[in-house]
């Protein structure tokens, strides 16, 4: 069995763990949050980021984007997340550094530090009282991401194309630690919602819908897949 060190509401961690589960594997998982990273983490030079992946071999994989190619070459065979086409891969790929690079910068991280992290964190790693307009203004902002993902599922039904692929995983990764937190306000994105509701209906998806966080409590939604 392999072993995820993770933190419950990090988007990268959240992907990892779902790749894991479209392969069919349900992996050890060892909690490691920001405000108190396992010692594990340090055996590397420079220390490792998370997710950090520890294959049954012993063989690891320290950073969403390494954890994530290495699922692909070695389970990779079991299930394709990447699309039938070279340009169906670039595609997937493109959409997934889009939501792990400018969602996350936008939207996932500051919602995440101003609900989560602030109180969790010593003062001198940014800890503190939650600065409530830089929240406000991270809220407002996953609407541009809703309204993205909206039009890529009006058009091609899932993001990358008619089969789920890595974008998928990695837009619904971001979003479900946003709706954890009550951040997500559907509005006029229906179509956005449907297809959210299609992956969280998945069998990969149960297990991040029991996820809790101490002294974080889930939005009233987070776990219903009929919202």
């Not at 065979?77 to 996350?104: C, P, V, W």
């Not at 003062?123 to 939650?130: F, L, N, W």
């Not at 954890?180 to 559907?186: E, T, V």
């Not at 969280?200 to 297990?207: E, G, T, V």
Request: charged share 25%; net charge neutral.
């Amino acid at each position: 069995m392999a072993r995820l060190y993770h933190f419950a509401l990090d988007p990268f961690c959240r992907r990892i763990r779902l790749m894991l589960a479209e392969y069919g594997e349900t992996p050890e998982l060892v909690a490691s949050p920001p405000w108190q990273p396992d010692a594990a983490l340090f055996d590397f030079t420079p220390p490792a980021e998370m997710p950090l992946l520890v294959d049954d071999d012993g063989a690891t994989a320290a950073g969403a984007l390494a954890a994530g190619e290495y699922l692909l070459e070695t389970r990779g065979a079991k299930k394709n997340l990447t699309g039938a086409t070279a340009a169906q891969r670039a595609e997937a790929r493109r959409l997934s550094a889009f939501f792990d690079g400018r969602m996350y910068m936008d939207a996932t991280r500051p919602v995440l530090m101003e609900k989560v992290l602030r109180r969790k964190l010593p003062r001198e790693q940014g800890g503190g009282a939650p600065d409530t307009r830089r929240l406000r203004a991270a809220v407002q902002r996953v609407a541009a991401y809703l309204e993205v993902i909206d039009r890529l599922a009006e058009q091609r039904g899932l993001l990358a194309g008619d089969e789920l692929t890595l974008a998928d995983l990695a837009a619904a990764a971001h979003l479900s630690a946003l709706e954890y937190l009550d951040a997500l306000n559907w509005g006029d994105f229906a179509t956005a919602k449907v297809w959210y509701q299609r992956i969280k209906s998945r069998p990969a998806f149960r297990p991040l819908l029991t996820d809790r966080v101490a002294g974080v409590a889930p939005a009233a939604v987070y776990s219903q897949l009929d919202f």
